[in-house]
């Protein structure tokens, strides 16, 4: 079945311990990127990849780290994460041009940071 | 400021009403998306328009692009309470990401 898988589903954690959040899909997609949901201001990309090893900054990438050193697998990293980073966060990923083409979302991650 | 205006950002309606929400915005797309998000999962597209003054026909969904290509609509007869949920559009632009509207949640009542 093609998927994306995002883990943890929840997670709780403390300023400023650092975390990662893993994102995996197994439909050879080469563009895969990262969101946040937040109320009232629908989903803002953080990072987008478009292919192995190529990265860029997205419309609210401050906070966040990201890499791709396999197709199938993006991970977020919160280096060290605030009370401002709470939300919840999508990874996604498109087979190519980015506009065209079906973009496929994991099931989610709510992070909460106290 | 939102590049994508959605409106109504809530919807409330009986079972068999039909409905219509807006996405909005001063530029213009090469491409509008459309997907609908349920609690708990990610969104999920129900169609993509591409040409100017396109109208694409999902069963009961009926979807419009404008013919300056700035705005859509989703037009939903007869809704069902399984089409409650969150409708987000996403717009690109060229040679850019795409970009998502902030939401219409839409509920509805049996």
């Known amino acids: 079945e093609a998927q994306v898988t995002q883990n943890p589903r929840y997670l709780i954690t403390v300023t400023g311990k650092k975390l990662t959040v893993t994102c995996s899909q197994n439909?050879?997609?080469?563009?895969m990127s990262w969101y946040r949901q937040d109320p009232g201001l629908g989903l803002r990309q953080i990072y987008y990849?478009?292919?192995?090893?190529?990265?860029d900054k997205g419309d609210v990438p401050e906070g966040y780290k990201v890499s791709r050193k396999e197709k199938r697998n993006f991970p977020l990293i919160l280096e060290s994460p605030s009370p401002n980073q709470t939300s919840l966060y999508f990874c996604?990923?498109?087979?190519?041009?980015?506009?065209?083409?079906?973009?496929?979302f994991g099931q989610g991650t709510r992070l909460t940071v106290v | 400021t939102q590049l994508l205006e959605q409106s109504p950002q809530f919807l409330s309606i009986q079972e068999g009403e039909n409905l219509t929400v807006y996405c909005n915005s001063s530029s213009v797309f090469s491409s509008l998306q459309w997907y609908r998000q349920e609690p708990g999962e990610g969104p999920v597209l129900l169609v993509t328009v591409v040409t100017g003054g396109e109208v694409k026909k999902l069963k009961r969904l009926t979807f419009q692009f404008g013919d300056a290509r700035k705005d859509s609509s989703l037009h939903i007869t007869a809704a069902q309470t399984g089409d409650t949920g969150l409708y987000l559009c996403?717009?690109?632009?060229?040679?850019?990401?795409?970009?998502f509207g902030p939401g219409t949640r839409l509920s509805v009542l049996p």
């Open positions: 996604a990923s498109t087979p190519g041009s980015v506009g065209w083409t079906e973009a496929f």
């Open positions: 439909m050879n997609h080469e563009y």
């Open positions: 996403a717009g690109a632009r060229y040679g850019q990401n795409f970009v």
């Open positions: 990849s478009m292919n192995v090893e190529v990265t």
